[in-house]
């Protein structure tokens, strides 16, 4: 079997499971698993590029999908008035005192000469610049929160479109991506991993923390939506949309969230083709054969002239972005930024094993284990049900271990994905469409 023949029937598969799914549970639930698996794939490729292509191991991917989610408040939701009167200037101010105390000390440590001397200024003009941005950011994020707290206490947005928010999100993400790779990418990919790891950890607990920025653990919920995708009352008070959803034997109830969930689809194939096209050219370009040869063996690389760290810190920001990007996308289709739902094993060990078993290093992989991967996610829960239902049928009721196997059912998609993980590794350790 060649390979395009081999990666069609992949395709194919997953592509039947869902129509199996969307014939057996609803449309409905199909086409969420299927916007899910597009927002999936995304990330995945994104980390795909991280790691490969140039074998940078970033396990703070829960971080970059939070910033875009954040983007998407900041940008979409309309502004608090009350909350920017109260204290929204003073914000600004404390910002930019924050930004002048570090650029004063990064000035004065170019200009001094090494010494004891020095070390005491620097420590003292942090210690002043901190207690100055306290005492101008403290009181005016009182003032913010104490505006309506129960429906806003925050700044909110900007009031711009939604689609607007998805790139401004990859920008987000980028920025993040800049400072972590400043610091840890001229040290061992170890601490690479710890120093992502870490700036998602303080990246969730400000999204959880700072209610004046998100609402905290409150949550933002009424996310506009974007201009393309219409809402279900609107579609069932047309007369028209109704007439045409029971020629299909649909109520308009069902018929307008089907609706609504196509067009999130066609807006993310859009976005997912069109990262999927610039990822390719990258990869087949002079540029693509210089990150693999660095991936491949960086002293050789270096001994050549080539930039290592640089050039890896300019892959770690674009792939970053992506996933970034992704983010913002899952809070606009979700409608709302929960904090609390930011896990790693959801958003940071899923997607490596969506690389993983797609197949590393290439981007094509990525996307059939984006897809493959949340199918078994979302779907193992209940074929775990039903498979246990059938297995303890025979039990007598009341029996010990009935109640045990039926009672850990819910945690068969863990043992799924376990399973699919060691079974790929096992008999296709490079993935299930390998890097050529």
């Known amino acids: 079997m060649n390979d395009t023949l081999k990666n069609t029937v992949l395709f194919a598969v997953v592509g039947g499971m869902m129509i199996l799914v969307g014939i057996f549970s609803g449309w409905n639930e199909a086409l969420y698993i299927l916007n899910m698996g597009l927002i999936s794939a995304i990330m995945a490729l994104g980390v795909n590029l991280q790691w490969g292509l140039a074998g940078l191991f970033n396990v703070g991917i829960m971080g970059f999908v939070a910033i875009g989610g954040l983007a998407t408040i900041l940008v979409t939701m309309p502004a608090t008035s009350d909350a920017v009167d109260a204290g929204g200037l003073r914000i600004v101010l404390a910002m930019i005192s924050g930004a002048a105390t570090i650029g004063l000390i990064i000035f004065t440590k170019r200009k001094l000469p090494k010494s004891r001397m020095r070390a005491l200024v620097l420590i003292a003009m942090a210690i002043v610049g901190f207690f100055v941005f306290r005492a101008i950011f403290d009181p005016a994020v009182d003032a913010i929160e104490k505006v309506n707290p129960a429906s806003t206490g925050y700044l909110g947005g900007l009031g711009l479109p939604a689609v607007i928010a998805w790139p401004i999100g990859g920008l987000f993400a980028a920025g993040i991506a800049w400072l972590i790779g400043k610091t840890a990418l001229g040290l061992r990919s170890d601490y690479l991993a710890i120093a992502t790891l870490g700036i998602a950890e303080i990246i969730l ?41 029971a020629e299909y034997g649909l109520s308009p109830i069902v018929a307008s969230s089907i609706m609504v969930k196509l067009s999130y689809s066609l807006m993310f194939t859009g976005v997912l083709i069109a990262i999927f096209i610039l990822a390719q050219l990258a990869i087949k370009s002079p540029w693509g054969r210089m990150m693999r040869a660095i991936r491949d ?24 972005a992506i996933v970034g990007i992704a983010g913002a996308m899952m809070t606009t289709m979700d409608g709302q930024l929960t904090p609390g739902t930011y896990q790693p ?31 078994l996610w979302i779907q193992g829960e209940p074929l775990g049900n039903w498979l246990m239902q059938t297995i303890t049928s025979g039990m007598a009721d009341g029996s010990a271990l009935k109640d045990h196997l039926l009672g850990s059912a819910a945690h068969m998609r ?8 060691l079974m790929v590794l096992r008999f296709s350790p490079r993935g299930l469409i390998p890097e050529k």
């Open 205 to 245: 607990a400000v999204l959880k923390n700072e209610d004046w920025l998100s609402r905290g653990v409150k949550n933002v919920i009424g996310i506009p939506r974007p201009t393309l995708t219409p809402y279900e009352i609107d579609l069932q008070n047309s007369a028209s949309f109704v007439e045409k959803a």
């Open 297 to 320: 063996n960086e002293h050789a690389a270096g001994a050549m002239g080539k930039n290592v760290t640089a050039r890896h810190l300019q892959i770690f920001v674009l792939g970053s």
């Open 345 to 375: 094993l959801r958003f940071t060990f899923l997607i490596w094993v969506m690389v993983i078993v797609g197949g590393s290093g290439n981007n094509l992989g990525s996307i059939l284990g984006g897809f493959l991967i949340w199918f």
């Open 414 to 421: 863990l043992l799924t994905i376990g399973v699919i993980l």
